[in-house]
């Protein structure tokens, strides 16, 4: 089995910034693409950031120049910064990563979610 454990979440004002953490344990031979998602009240999940294990990063147009994914492959753990925050960025952020132990194939974990709000 696989844990990932989320943090950084809170209330900040427009403007403001915030860094979420994900820390993966358990079952791990590999990790391929980590990422974020968010979903909004009465909206579908959405991608926010991509990494691949190369390092290559992807990015949805909403946030670009903003948000910055970066991953620790030592310490199995994905961050998002996220600077300049808008009101429209407010959500449940969760982590998303690939990962295999060295006798399965991928399968994808999902956090427990952390929220975000930012106030006007």
């Known amino acids: 089995q696989v844990q990932l454990v989320e943090s950084g979440g809170g209330l900040v004002q427009a403007g403001g910034s915030l860094q979420l953490s994900c820390e993966a344990s358990g079952s791990i031979w590999a990790i391929n693409a980590m990422g974020w998602h968010r979903q909004a009240p009465g909206k579908q999940r959405e991608l926010v950031a991509g990494?691949?294990?190369?390092?290559?990063?992807n990015y949805a147009d909403s946030v670009k120049g903003r948000f910055t994914i970066s991953r620790d492959n030592a310490r199995n753990t994905v961050y998002l910064q996220m600077n300049s925050l808008e009101p429209e960025d407010t959500a449940v952020y969760y982590c998303?990563?690939?990962?295999?132990?060295?006798?399965?194939?991928?399968?994808?974990?999902w956090g427990q979610g952390t929220q975000v709000t930012v106030s006007s």
């Open positions: 990494i691949t294990s190369a390092g290559g990063t």
């Open positions: 998303n990563i690939m990962s295999r132990t060295r006798f399965s194939g991928w399968n994808s974990y």
